[in-house]
T-cell receptor, first 110, second 115 residues
């Protein structure tokens, strides 16, 4: 599975959009981009995933560049409860064995 | 709908003791996984299972055994606990998916300390 690179930390004001970047320049054609987050010491929570098209669900939007070498997770109206570590993962295969890096620590402030 | 439930939530063991961590899921998922997370680090896969009666090794399997006798349960055993196994253990499950197209659902973790 391709290596991903994320900034170690970001800040966002409450109510503003949080845009979290991820670089996956070595991603292969059959690898999906997944986003998870981990709030405090809870279990990781699935957010969204995509292959090449942009995706949106009730939690977030995922924008994947046309060359698929990078992506951005967008939380449209961040709240204090969105403070967490966000992980971007590229993977393929029928048994999706996740490998989490160190992620981006998002701090949402008043 | 409970999702993925892990028991116990906390446990303290002495070196050399054995114990079993239980993971139960009520989503009828085929795949189940055990991960460990050490302070400041990401998750590392210990063992996984793609169906009842089958298990496979992950990235860090040494010192652990697993069993999947029933589809809904995945047990993680520590044969002889060592301080290096102090960690937070997460269980996850997912339906089967072609080409990695199925997200995993996680439990809230078991915090294990080995003295």
């Amino acid at each position: 599975d391709a290596k991903t690179t994320q900034p170690p930390s970001m800040d966002c004001a409450e109510g503003r959009a949080a845009n979290l970047p991820c670089n996956h320049s070595t991603i292969s054609g059959n690898e999906y981009v997944y986003w998870y987050r981990q709030i405090h010491s809870q279990g990781p929570q699935y957010i969204i995933h995509g292959l090449k098209n942009n995706e949106t669900n009730e939690m977030a939007s995922l924008i994947i560049t046309e060359d698929r070498k990078s992506s951005t997770l967008i939380l449209p109206h961040a709240t204090l409860r969105d403070t967490a570590v966000y992980y971007c993962i590229a993977l393929s295969g029928t048994a999706s064995k996740l490998t989490f890096g160190t992620g981006t620590r998002l701090q949402v402030t008043l | 709908n409970a999702g993925v439930t892990q028991t116990p939530k906390f446990r303290v063991l002495k070196t050399g003791q054995s114990m079993t961590l239980l993971c139960a899921q009520d989503m009828n998922h085929e795949y189940m996984y055990w991960y460990r997370q050490d302070p400041g680090m990401g998750l590392r896969l210990i063992h996984y299972s793609v169906g009842e009666g089958t298990t496979a090794k992950g990235e860090v399997p040494d010192g652990y055994n697993v069993s999947r006798l029933k589809k809904q349960n995945f047990l993680l055993g520590l044969e002889s606990a060592a301080p290096s196994q102090t960690s937070v253990y997460f269980c996850a499950s997912s339906p089967p998916g072609r080409r990695g197209n199925q997200p995993q659902h996680f439990g809230d973790g078991t915090r294990l300390s080995i003295l």
